[in-house]
């Protein structure tokens, strides 16, 4: 959010319509928050998590476009080229929530990356329900909360969290220097409940 601060904005926005100052985001709000839920996708989708999934082993010679796959080979599915493929979604390296909405809905045209962000066939991820509620949820209260600000970094410019990615099976950024600040009283006033109950 503090490399995309239009995002941010237009998230906010949503949630000051639909949520309100006096309460925090909750599952009731989850087919309202339309823009959260765009943030979430193109998150998942932008920063892929498990960018080669986990690697399989072929129980049996297959063939697939002409290719043979021995049994015994084994695959990795690229998920990150998946979910950079331009014809899918263009300009792939934009943080671009907006791609997936289209006259007020969730635009079903565009492919969903959580149909390949949590692998796919019999081993697809068990806990993708739990991470996508919760995610939703995270995503929704804190930004409904704070204003995350970039920080400056020594050479007196932005800093970049995806300039340091931790590489491996798991991606993310290594480090993710930012300013968080409560948007308002009010949400001063929902973080202190919330850390008293
Ligand atoms: C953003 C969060 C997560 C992402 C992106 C993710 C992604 C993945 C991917 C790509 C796989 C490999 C699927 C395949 O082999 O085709 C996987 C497997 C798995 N995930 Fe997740 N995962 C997430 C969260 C979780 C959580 C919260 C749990 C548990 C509560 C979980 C439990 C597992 C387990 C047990 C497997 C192995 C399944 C099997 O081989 O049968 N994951 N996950």
Redesign the pocket.
């Known amino acids: 959010m503090s490399l995309y601060p239009d995002v941010q904005r237009k998230a906010q926005e949503e949630l000051d319509r639909v949520v309100g100052p006096n309460r925090l985001p909750d599952f009731e709000d989850y087919h309202e928050l339309l823009y959260i839920k765009a943030v979430l996708l193109e998150a998942?989708r932008w920063m892929v998590?498990?960018p080669l999934?986990?690697p399989?082993r072929v129980i049996r010679d297959d063939e697939y476009k002409g290719y043979i796959i021995p049994e015994g080979t084994i695959v990795n599915?690229n998920?990150w080229a998946m979910l950079h493929d331009p014809e899918d979604y263009p300009e792939p390296e934009r943080f671009n929530p907006d791609r997936f909405l289209k006259d007020g809905k969730l635009n079903p045209d565009v492919r969903n990356p959580l149909t390949l962000?949590?692998?796919?066939?019999r081993?697809?991820?068990?806990?993708?329900h739990?991470?996508d509620g919760s995610?939703f949820m995270m995503i929704a209260s804190v930004l409904h909360t704070f204003d995350i600000h970039p920080v400056i970094d020594e050479d007196g410019k932005e800093y970049d969290p995806t300039s340091e990615v931790i590489t491996g099976l798991i991606s993310a950024p290594e480090r993710i220097p930012c300013r968080l600040t409560p948007r308002s009283k009010n949400a001063e006033e929902l973080i202190r409940q919330l850390s008293t109950t």
């Open positions: 998942m998590v498990v999934s986990l399989h599915p998920i962000a949590f692998g796919f066939g081993r697809v991820c068990p806990g993708r739990l991470s995610l």
